[in-house]
């Protein structure tokens, strides 16, 4: 039939190209399964839009993101790995083979590794959607050009947010760190560098209510939440690093997750579904780094290759 889906069938599929998906299909690829990935939405995931990162064993010097993931996907296809730029519409858990639809293809595995991650959490505040892309940004790597010379704040607390406020100070004018608290969440090596850095201010215990422009962002609307004043603050643009949202929607009433959506998984990055394993942010709350989700990566397909050669004994 003319509208039929053309039907792709493997052992082994990846959803997902971030460290988690790329370090299994490496693994993968060398026990010669050839894994075929795709990639999602975000190719190479959220460490694709960190400008360097310091902290992956081997780079002395720091790597920058988006490099490091083409490394990662260079090495996974050396091996025979396939990478492929769609994105999963639907998957069927409920029987072998595990079915996964997307606009074009049918997609068929005996197992199925999960690694889609997380996406940033949003505030939901009025403003915040209409001018995404006109001053407001989760993503100073990817924007934080377009604030050259301009006063800009940052909405968080955490590691992400004095991050990308310490990286976005290399074009504006000035960052101002928003706080729903008086005490910082991150870290305290970025806890000094912010603190420490003259283009830094912090507005303490207040959260935005509000995001205010015409054409682009003007201002936000704060609320003190011990004292309850409002007061408007002018600025060119938001950066909000309030936390993720882990992308399990897919996955919903089909497989074990914990209650924020993390897909749950034992020891051994088993889920409730035998030869469905999830590794990365997916299923980790905790630690999001790419050194992490990359060593879950790896030991989902480890596990992911011992459950397709047990397929094949028994
Ligand atoms: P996070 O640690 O969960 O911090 C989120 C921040 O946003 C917190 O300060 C939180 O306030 C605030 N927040 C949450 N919801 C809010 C809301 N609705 N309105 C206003 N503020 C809100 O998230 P993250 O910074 O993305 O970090 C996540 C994980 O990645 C952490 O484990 C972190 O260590 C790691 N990470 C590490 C690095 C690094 O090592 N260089 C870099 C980035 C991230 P409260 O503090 O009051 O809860």
């Known amino acids: 039939m003319a509208n039929e889906k053309e039907v792709v069938q493997r052992d082994l599929i990846i959803l997902g190209s971030g460290p988690a998906g790329l370090s299994a299909a490496i693994y993968a ?3 010669n399964l050839n ?7 975000s190719l190479h995931g959220q460490a694709a839009t960190t400008d360097t990162i310091e902290n992956y064993p081997g780079f002395p010097e720091g790597v920058g993101g988006s490099e490091l993931g083409m490394l990662f996907q260079t090495q996974a296809e050396r091996f025979g790995a396939e990478v492929i730029m769609d994105y999963a519409t639907s998957v069927d858990l409920s029987q072998k083979p595990i079915k996964i639809e997307s606009y074009a293809k049918e997609y068929q595995c005996e197992s199925l590794i999960i690694t889609t ?3 940033p959490r949003k505030l939901g505040i009025p403003g915040e959607k209409e001018f995404t892309g006109k001053g407001v940004s989760y993503c100073g790597t990817c924007d934080g050009w377009f604030f050259k010379d301009k006063d800009i704040v940052v909405v968080g607390g955490g590691d992400s947010a004095l991050e990308e ?4 100070t290399r074009f504006a004018n000035s960052v101002t760190i928003i706080h729903r608290r008086d005490e910082l969440r991150a870290g305290a090596i970025l806890r000094k560098r912010a603190m420490e850095h003259p283009k830094i201010k912090f507005i303490w215990d207040s959260v935005v209510t509000e995001i205010i422009g015409n054409e682009a962002v003007n201002a936000v ?3 003190n939440v011990k004292t309850d004043e409002v007061t408007t603050h002018d600025t060119d643009g938001i950066f909000i ?3 993720h ?3 399990s929607e897919l996955f919903k009433g089909q497989i074990e997750m914990d ?3 993390y897909i749950v998984t034992n020891g051994v990055m088993e889920t409730s579904i035998p030869g469905v394993f999830a590794a990365g942010e997916i299923t980790d709350p905790h630690f999001r780094q790419v050194i992490t989700s990359a060593g879950m990566g790896a030991a989902a397909a480890i596990q992911a290759t011992h459950y397709l050669e047990n397929l094949e004994a028994a």
């Open 29 to 31: 690829a060398r026990a």
């Open 35 to 41: 894994p075929l990935i795709l990639t999602g939405m």
């Open 259 to 261: 209650q924020a959506g």
């Open 241 to 243: 690093f309030i936390g």
């Open 245 to 247: 949202i882990p992308n």
């Open 117 to 119: 991650g997380a996406d």
């Open 165 to 168: 406020g310490l990286f976005l």
């Open 221 to 223: 609307k704060l609320k």
